[in-house]
């Protein structure tokens, strides 16, 4: 089963874009999209996997004794996680106003443009 | 377009990624393997900079420019959230209650208060040696600080915080990094490059070159951006209110 944590990767990204797909309110929307992140995340780590490997973290580990995973694939995962909430914030920010200046979270309900 | 059509063309557009996607990882390297080029090299360039922790000298040594992008998309983010939670013109600011809070939960919270904001600056400040470093210790140190909410109530927590400090700071943080990339430049090398200064003892807090400045300026502008996000949501949740009868 050696493509198995690939699989969960792109099942977790389906699952995400289902979500988004057949969403009846912008608040689950946004937590769908982060879902679909989430497949990103899976993708990239199952990437950088070796066999027996420990985090390439080298303060109390003597390098060369042991494989370490790949800490390339870590860093982009690392940064991204930070960056991904703050997104969703601003996309919950979108969220609010449109609760606020439209009465529903519904986007099946907006369906037509304000000025 | 009805629900049950949309249903149709999701599964159609879902079934053909799928199988996609299942052709390309069925070619990818098989998982757990042991080549990975670019990990290799990317962990010797991080021992031969006398950086311990690899990930931190990806983050802020190697792909140190990358990582201003990524700030970047923070920063605008946050400029966003800023923006768009304001207080409308048809809205004001009514004063929160002070709320009674149990006793327990008020003598943990302020217990755990000053251990968890020391935790995060911690995090911070080993990010170079230890897991951990600027993204992870700050949104610590930010989340720390709202145990103040928790503990006590919003006006306690508006008092330690002053919003517009935080906001300079998101600002100074960023600009901070990108003058360590320029002091790179004026010494003669490239932008973000990290041969400015010494490299140091391995596995000591001054270790790594340049990348402990980057990680603490990343550290203070996630704090930063933490805290002003949750303090425009608490905002509209506690603060704001819409007038009623217009």
């Given at each position: ?84 909430a ?30 | ?8 063309l ?31 090299r ?5 021992l ?6 690899t ?21 605008a ?65 930010a ?25 300079a700071g ?12 320029l ?30 400045l ?33």
């Open positions: 089963m050696d493509v198995l944590p690939y699989l969960v990767a792109g099942w977790v990204f389906l699952a995400g874009c289902y979500g988004l797909a057949t969403s009846r309110n912008l608040i689950h929307a946004v937590g769908c999209l982060s879902v679909c992140q989430a497949g990103t995340y899976v993708l990239l780590l199952a990437v950088g996997y070796r066999d027996g490997g420990t985090a390439p973290v080298f303060s109390d580990l003597k390098p060369g004794t042991r494989p370490v995973v790949d800490p390339v694939v870590q860093a982009l995962a690392l940064t991204d996680v930070v960056v991904g703050t997104v969703t914030a601003l996309l919950l920010a979108l969220v609010v106003q449109v609760a606020k200046r439209h009465g529903t979270v519904d986007p099946d309900e907006l369906g037509e443009l304000r000025g | 377009m009805n629900r049950r059509m949309r249903l149709c999701v599964a159609l557009g879902g079934a053909g990624l799928a199988a996609l996607f299942t052709a390309a990882f069925l070619r990818l390297p098989a998982f757990g393997g042991d080549r990975h080029p670019y990990g290799d990317a962990v010797r360039a991080a031969h900079r006398h950086t311990a922790n990930i931190a000298s990806v983050n802020f040594d190697l792909r140190a420019f990358d990582t201003l992008g990524e700030t970047s998309i923070l920063f983010s946050v400029l966003g959230c800023v923006v768009l939670l304001r207080q409308a013109r048809d809205e004001h600011r009514a004063r929160p209650e002070p709320a009674d809070v149990a006793p327990p939960v008020r003598r943990y919270a302020l217990l755990v208060l000053p251990v968890a904001v020391l935790t995060g600056l911690y995090v911070v400040a080993h990010g170079q040696l230890s897991p951990g470093g600027g993204f992870q210790g700050g949104v610590v140190t989340t720390a600080l709202h145990l103040l909410y928790l503990g006590a109530d919003y006006h306690a927590l508006e008092r330690v915080r002053p919003l517009g400090a935080y906001e998101d600002a100074l943080a960023v600009s901070a990094y990108v003058v360590t990339g002091a790179a430049v004026l010494a003669g090398t490239a932008f973000l490059a990290n041969t400015l200064l010494p490299y140091g003892t391995f596995n000591t807090l001054s270790s790594g070159g340049t990348v402990p980057l990680n603490a300026a990343v550290g203070m502008e996630v704090a930063c951006a933490v805290v002003v996000l949750l303090a425009r949501f608490l905002d509209q949740a506690v603060e704001i209110e819409e007038d009623s009868g217009k």
